[in-house]
């Protein structure tokens, strides 16, 4: 196993993590605001960029993808793509003109700087009542960075696990208990979008619906897949529910769901979805009594590779066929950076 040690490297928070055509991996650091390059062993190779607004500075990171041409990498907050040469210097610089047709929000950008995806987000109900907890449309689109066009690549039937409550001068976010909302995710190359969708399984169990369109709008993938029993009983589930719409009205509801105590951490059974740029996925899960996470692997087309366990403390950064850049937190909140090779059902 691969491990890139926080306490080894100094690293800070980790934000974006690719690896490379060669096996190389990229860090990125959100503090310092730079990207630490490592051998496929975990040797340190070297740094490129730092906090800033100069060329070869970031504010932020919104996506890294090596290329032919080296490390092409996106700041949404300056709203431009550097390409760094193999050397580490920087080899081109490109300001981006977000199209008129593009909404006025963060969006993300292929490698070749001519595409960028958004997925328009409605804005949360401040009452159950008008629609917390239901479903609303959820469009996908793609814009050309070179023109005007804006494309739907697909819409999901997004359901809001969430209210924005106004309390005085200022609005509260109030999670909705037990409520289990669609998961996105999209490859760096921008070819392939994933959603997932829950699904009601019989005998008190979980499962979901996975759905891979590409950015010509073919579809890749749509298959079921069950997971583990359900950690909550379905009539504590369902009065919660059904008490919501009088519940929503009551002023210490926000406070209420904010600090978590009717959503256990077993809850959702799908947290993450990672895209390869194969159109491979692989869906972060929680089952069981005890929550235990893990991530189910699904091939282009379908078919189930395996289950990898992984920590209550990791997030899925980035995905191949059949390996994963997961990031692990310890109890001191050191982030350390692992390859896990996905476990093949026999």
Same mark, same amino acid.
């Given at each position: 196993?691969?491990?890139?040690?926080? #306490?080894?490297?100094?690293? /800070?928070?980790?934000? +974006?993590?690719?690896?490379?055509?060669?096996?190389?991996?990229?860090?990125?650091?959100?503090?310092?605001?730079?990207?630490?390059?490592?051998? #496929?062993?975990?040797?340190?190779?070297?740094?490129?960029?730092? +906090?800033?607004?100069?060329? %070869?500075?970031?504010?932020?990171?919104?996506?890294?993808?090596?290329?032919?041409?080296?490390?092409?990498?996106?700041?949404?907050?300056? =709203?431009?793509? !550097?390409?760094?040469?193999?050397?580490?210097?920087?080899?081109?610089?490109?300001?981006?003109? =977000?199209?008129?047709?593009?909404?006025? $929000?963060?969006?993300?950008?292929?490698?070749? $700087?001519?595409?960028?995806?958004?997925?328009?987000?409605? @804005?949360?109900?401040?009452?159950?009542?008008?629609?917390?907890?239901?479903?609303?449309?959820?469009?996908?689109?793609?814009?050309?960075?070179?023109?005007?066009?804006?494309? !739907?690549?697909?819409?999901?039937?997004?359901?809001?696990?969430?209210?924005?409550?106004?309390? %005085?001068?200022?609005?509260?976010?109030?999670?909705?208990?037990?409520? *289990?909302?669609?998961?996105?995710?999209?490859? /760096?190359?921008?070819? &392939? *979008?994933?959603? #997932?969708?829950? @699904?009601?399984?019989?005998?008190?169990?979980?499962?979901?619906?996975?759905?891979?369109?590409?950015?010509?709008?073919?579809?890749?993938?749509?298959?079921?897949?069950?997971?583990?029993?359900?950690?909550?009983?379905?009539?504590?589930?369902?009065?919660?529910?059904?008490?919501?719409?009088?519940?929503?009205?009551?002023?210490?509801?926000? #406070?209420?769901?904010?600090? %978590?105590?009717?959503?256990?951490?077993? &809850?959702?059974?799908?947290?993450?979805?990672?895209?390869?740029?194969?159109?491979?996925?692989?869906? @972060?899960?929680?089952?069981?009594? @005890?929550?235990?996470?893990?991530?189910?692997?699904?091939?282009?087309?379908?078919?189930?590779?395996? &289950?990898?366990?992984?920590?209550?403390?990791?997030?899925?950064?980035?995905?191949?066929? /059949?390996?994963?850049?997961?990031?692990?937190?310890?109890?001191?909140?050191?982030?350390?950076?692992?390859?896990?090779?996905?476990?093949?059902?026999?």
């Amino acid at each position: 196993m691969v491990r890139i040690a926080a #306490a080894d490297h100094e690293l /800070s928070t980790v934000a +974006k993590v690719i690896r490379g055509r060669d096996g190389t991996i990229w860090i990125s650091q959100p503090q310092d605001g730079n990207i630490i390059h490592f051998a #496929a062993n975990a040797r340190r190779l070297g740094v490129v960029g730092r +906090k800033g607004e100069g060329p %070869g500075e970031f504010q932020a990171v919104g996506g890294m993808q090596d290329t032919d041409r080296g490390l092409v990498v996106f700041d949404p907050m300056l =709203r431009r793509v !550097t390409t760094f040469a193999a050397s580490g210097r920087v080899a081109a610089t490109r300001a981006l003109t =977000r199209p008129a047709a593009l909404p006025p $929000a963060a969006f993300v950008v292929a490698g070749d $700087a001519k595409q960028a995806v958004y997925i328009h987000y409605p @804005t949360p109900p401040s009452t159950a009542t008008q629609g917390a907890g239901k479903f609303r449309s959820v469009p996908v689109f793609l814009a050309s960075l070179g023109g005007e066009s804006l494309s !739907t690549l697909v819409v999901s039937d997004g359901r809001f696990c969430s209210l924005q409550v106004q309390r %005085g001068n200022g609005v509260v976010g109030a999670g909705i208990p037990y409520c *289990h909302a669609d998961r996105w995710g999209v490859s /760096s190359n921008l070819k &392939y *979008h994933a959603i #997932a969708t829950p @699904t009601p399984v019989a005998s008190g169990s979980t499962g979901f619906e996975l759905l891979v369109v590409s950015s010509r709008g073919d579809t890749v993938t749509r298959s079921r897949h069950l997971l583990g029993p359900s950690p909550i009983p379905g009539r504590v589930r369902d009065s919660v529910i059904d008490a919501l719409p009088a519940r929503s009205r009551e002023p210490g509801l926000a #406070a209420e769901m904010i600090r %978590g105590g009717l959503i256990p951490h077993t &809850y959702p059974p799908v947290t993450e979805v990672a895209v390869s740029d194969d159109g491979d996925v692989w869906v @972060t899960t929680r089952s069981g009594p @005890t929550g235990s996470k893990g991530a189910l692997v699904v091939l282009r087309g379908g078919r189930e590779l395996g &289950y990898t366990p992984l920590p209550r403390t990791s997030w899925v950064r980035w995905v191949g066929q /059949s390996e994963g850049l997961i990031v692990e937190e310890d109890a001191d909140g050191l982030q350390d950076v692992v390859l896990y090779r996905a476990r093949a059902r026999k």
